[in-house]
């Protein structure tokens, strides 16, 4: 059984939306800070947000602040990532990951880590 697991990628045209999903079936939902990662062709691995363990802190980076929002349903155990007004220069796999740090401003951007790790899903924004 895998520990992470995120889906909901796909293509989409610019300024469209796209909701991805993160469930962590190997992990306690309740302990875990959960964290999105993206990486680009041919560029470094960049962590876009993070939400706590329990659900009251999140951060984003700028690029993505107010266009992404993190959410979290409780009764599913799962992590919703809404995506609006994509550009071009969202295009990425996007990666799902959980450790047991505090959801800071300062654990993203690039060269971001954490511990475990979905496999990823393919976010494509192209007409």
């Known amino acids: 059984q895998l520990q992470v697991v995120e889906s909901g990628g796909g293509l989409v045209q610019p300024g469209g939306s796209l909701r991805l999903s993160c469930a962590t079936p190997?992990?306690?939902?309740?302990?875990?800070?959960i964290m999105w990662f993206r990486q680009a062709p041919g560029k470094e691995r960049e962590g876009i947000l993070c939400?706590?363990?329990?659900?009251?802190?999140?951060n984003y980076i700028d690029s993505v602040k107010g266009r992404f929002t993190i959410s979290r349903d409780t009764l599913k155990n799962t992590y919703y990532l809404q995506m609006d007004n994509l550009t071009p220069e969202d295009t990425a796999v996007y990666y799902c990951?959980?450790?047991?740090?505090?959801?800071?401003?300062?654990?993203?951007?690039?060269?971001?880590?954490?511990?475990?790790w979905g496999q990823g899903t393919q976010v494509t924004v192209s007409s």
């Open positions: 990951a959980a450790d047991l740090l505090a959801c800071e401003p300062s654990r993203l951007g690039l060269g971001a880590e954490s511990d475990y």
């Open positions: 190997g992990l306690n939902f309740e302990y875990y800070t």
């Open positions: 939400i706590s363990s329990g659900g009251s802190r999140t």
